[in-house]
């Protein structure tokens, strides 16, 4: 185990962090189906049917999905590594695989390089069925764009980390990454999932992140330590965020103060209301007039008689005190 762990000896210098890889093949486990014995609860069969939950196309009646393109890509960049490794043509192990120095240098492309170079194993082979099983899974449960930005965190935040950690230490690494963190993303979506001996996905997860902690730190294997923790921990995060289990915190430490501006007292209503001018209130008394004058003072009602003492009112005020 501790032999797998540690680097290879064609290539001693590579850090291999590929920690599912060695882990599953030293013991032989088998990942599929009819191994994982998986039960899904009746939560996952309810897929959102919107055009990002479903396959991307269809190959003689079998759906694919974006996880079977992200295993084709890593199947061609297996092939390739194996012509070049039987040429000894030292480009791919030069230029592609990651390295902290060489990327503070400006070699930026090796933050996206370093997956492409996968010499063959069994390990790769585990890996990719659990890209394909789990990433599936993960991918249908929350749509292909949700899917590609989760994966391609997982690909960038060990490099980065790496780059960040490359000013005091530089490291190495290579090869394809992810699908342990996609499994723990797996377990989060559905906890209650029954896998190999009946037992719930979220402690598979425990049991196996457990593990390997203690397997990094028996070995002193500090990035691969970092790795796992960062990978991990941010598919768990990012499916609680999801979920609205998880809020991000505000960092804004200063906010802009509202500028206040004092407003004179608004007049009352009594103040607002306009007195209706003389014109207006000469014709109203005219019209009243005029239906008197033909149809006689009976003919008004009550309503027009009290709008006619009103608008008679109104003159008098209006008229002045010698008019009174």
Known sequence: MRELLRNSSNHADHLDIRFLRCDT??????IGYGALNCRFPTTMASYNTSDDNQPVMWLRGHAVYTAHCIVLAYVGSLLVTTVFMALKAPFLFTWLPFEGGAVL??????LLSYGLVNPPSLGFVIDMVMIVWFGREVE???????????YGCLYLITPLL??????????RIQGATGAF???VTFATLYPETM????????????????????????DRNLPALISLWATT?????????EQSHITLPDFRFWRRKPKFRVLPDLPSLKSVTKPKPINSTMAEMDELLDKIARSGLASLTTKERAKLEQSRTELLKKSGPDRS
């Open 25 to 30: 093949a030293s013991r032989g486990l088998r």
């Open 195 to 218: 896998m190999l001996f009946n037992i719930l996905a979220k402690w598979v997860a425990l049991i196996l992140v457990s593990l390997y902690t203690l397997m990094a730190l028996a």
């Open 105 to 110: 240098r400006g070699e930026i492309w090796r």
């Open 162 to 171: 790496f780059t960040v950690i490359g000013v005091w230490l530089p490291l």
């Open 140 to 150: 249908k449960s929350i749509g292909r764009r949700q899917f590609l930005l989760l």
């Open 233 to 241: 921990g941010f598919a768990f995060a990012y499916v609680r965020f």
């Open 181 to 183: 963190a996609l499994f």
